[in-house]
């Protein structure tokens, strides 16, 4: 039977970190525990305006983890240089908007061909496997296997934003169409961005996909489920603390 991969986005571990300036939460600790709880690789977005991630987070994580390191990165000379510089096992091109909230829509292989082909073609030489993370298009399907890219990622954000069922169902239509196109080509197919609890299991049914990349969701969920432990905790010290106290 086949298991899809499940690749743990931690970008939003360091944004909390961020938040604050501080050394924690610690994205290198989330990745290990991620492993140890069955994800398969561990994905990272280097924005170039460094708002999560930062460029020490990608060494500690190389030399921690003991899956793959998928690295998300912009298509700009800058960025190739540091993948060629740390070779991640696996690196996703995605568009970046400096003012964007997350990634908003895939990156456009057609009209950026030629640049998207290098990029590919520099990555691919030295070693990685490359995916392009692009929209559920069948001409950005094949603008991806000129590119001769290993991989893509098809964009599920549509699909996971929309409310209305019927429209939810056309995204999802349309991102199952796209899979089976490219695999039909030749590509890895992967797929992510938006996806939760309640909207997984629709993609996880469709054949042909080989791994899923999933964050916000994840660290959402982790949240709820650790803060009974994590008021416990503060708790206990507090008491423990009490109980030494000293009268001044
Ligand atoms: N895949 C890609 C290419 C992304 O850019 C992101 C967000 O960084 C994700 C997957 C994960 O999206 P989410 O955090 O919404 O699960």
């Known amino acids: 039977m086949r298991k899809i991969l499940l690749g743990v986005n931690i970008d939003h571990i360091a944004t909390i970190r961020q938040a604050r300036g501080t050394n924690y939460p ?7 525990l991620a492993e140890a709880a069955g994800a398969d690789g561990i994905t990272v977005h280097l924005r170039e ?3 999560h991630i930062q460029d020490y987070d990608i060494y500690a994580l190389q030399k921690a983890i003991k899956t793959r390191l998928n690295l998300e990165m912009a298509v700009t000379d800058k960025m190739i240089d540091f993948a060629l510089k740390t070779k991640p096992a696996h690196c996703c091109f995605v568009p970046e908007k400096r003012a964007e909230l997350t990634t908003e ?4 292989v057609l009209t950026n ?8 073609e520099k990555l691919q ?5 490359v995916s392009l993370f692009i929209d559920a298009h069948e001409a950005q399907i094949e603008a991806a296997v000129r590119c001769k890219a290993k991989a893509i990622e098809i964009h599920t954000g549509q699909y996971a934003e929309v409310a209305d069922p019927t429209l939810q169902h056309i995204e999802l239509v349309k991102i199952i169409h796209a899979v ?9 197919v992967n797929a992510g961005h938006g996806l939760h609890y309640e909207n997984v299991q629709a993609i996880a049914k469709i054949s042909f996909i080989n ?11 982790a949240m709820m489920i650790g803060m009974r432990e994590a008021v ?5 010290l507090m008491d423990a603390g009490n109980d030494k106290c000293q009268k001044l």
């Open 26 to 32: 610690n994205p290198v600790e989330a990745a290990v």
């Open 49 to 51: 305006d460094r708002r």
């Open 105 to 108: 829509g895939g990156l456009d």
């Open 113 to 120: 061909e030629v640049k998207v082909r290098l990029a590919c």
């Open 125 to 129: 030489n030295a070693g990685m496997e």
């Open 180 to 188: 089976k196109f490219a695999h039909d080509r030749g590509l890895i």
């Open 211 to 221: 791994e899923l990349n999933i964050g916000h969701a994840i660290i959402a969920k």
């Open 232 to 236: 416990k905790e503060m708790r206990n």
